[in-house]
């Protein structure tokens, strides 16, 4: 069960009012907090439950806001994402502006970017993965980009690596309230999970650290001819020339620039993409390319699940 107490000052409210879940019934004030009775359950309004029942199964999108923050409206490319799962994201979204703000986890301001800046952002990397795909996150955080990727893509498995245990707890919250059953967490950091979760075909991970550094985690995680995704901003061309060598002395070739989310997100979210190619030692493998490069590998169509 998800849940925290909340100062009256920081309820969250959806469309235009406090949370009620279930029909909601008497408001009990205990402590300073606030909290709504729903016959026998009481769910605390800017929690993560409270977010998930109140968005439910809805087919339309929630108007949301937290401490004065208002929650951005759900882009219509959302629902070219994410498809029949829309309303997972939407549970999600609601998760972050939620507990993910109280806990720490996402920025207060964020609530303004969630769709664009961080769920979208994230999951239209979809389109880079293979079906039936092993897919580790590494340093999952707030679960960016592994539960936008896992709602996106449930004909994959997903693996969220997390070192902190206030950040695993509110990833594993999540995945049980979504029932995300291609998706598990493991708390750890990326060294030493490699015997729990090794030998996966993708790695990826979103800000987490310098390229040289995140591939020196990431290389270890894969299987021979497994591919390295990390999400970048404009830094990403730079860091890729910068750290290249390096990273080939990981295994790790062809690294490239990919651009996905033309016509869904804006700007297109960056991707260092590469490919391992062996266990240790200088690997040798063609230049690094950046952006179109004709010798690029295709990008495939995100799906509609």
């Given at each position: 069960m998800i849940a925290c107490l909340l100062p009256l000052s920081r309820t969250t409210h959806l469309m235009g009012r406090p949370a009620v879940v279930g029909g909601g019934s008497s408001e009990l004030r205990r402590e300073g907090t606030f909290v709504i009775s729903t016959g026998s359950r009481r769910v605390v309004p800017g929690s993560s439950?409270?977010?998930f029942e109140s968005h439910g199964e809805s087919s339309s999108p929630i108007t949301t806001s937290f401490s004065g923050q208002d929650i951005e409206p759900e882009p219509e490319a959302a629902a070219v994402v994410f498809g029949a799962r829309i309303a997972l994201a939407r549970r999600y979204i609601a998760a972050l502006?939620?507990?993910?703000?109280v806990r720490?986890?996402?920025g207060p301001r964020e609530a303004g970017r969630l769709w664009s800046r961080h769920v979208l952002n994230s999951a239209v990397v979809a389109e880079l993965l293979t079906a039936a795909w092993t897919v580790i996150d590494v340093g999952s955080g707030?679960?960016?980009p592994g539960i936008p990727l896992a709602i996106a893509?449930?004909?994959c498995q997903f693996v969220l690596v997390e070192p902190l245990e206030r950040r695993v707890i509110f990833l594993r919250e999540v995945v049980e309230a979504l029932e995300l059953v291609n998706c598990r967490v493991i708390r750890g950091r990326a060294d030493q999970v490699i015997d729990e979760c090794g030998a996966a075909d993708v790695v990826t991970s979103r800000a987490v650290a310098p390229l040289?550094?995140?591939?020196?985690w990431s290389a270890p995680l894969l299987r021979v001819g497994g591919e390295l995704l990390a999400l970048k901003g404009s830094s990403a061309a730079?860091?890729?020339l910068r750290d290249g060598s390096a990273v080939a002395s990981l295994g790790l070739i062809d690294l490239e620039v990919v651009s996905v989310g033309k016509d869904l997100v804006e700007p297109q979210t960056l991707?260092?993409?590469g490919r391992r190619v062996s266990t240790s030692g200088k690997a040798k493998g063609r230049k690094s390319v950046v952006g179109d490069d004709k010798r690029a590998r295709p990008a495939r169509r995100p799906r509609n699940m």
């Open positions: 439950e409270a977010a502006a939620s507990d993910g703000v720490g986890l996402i707030a679960g960016l893509r449930p004909d040289e550094r995140l591939a020196s730079a860091e890729m991707v260092i993409r």
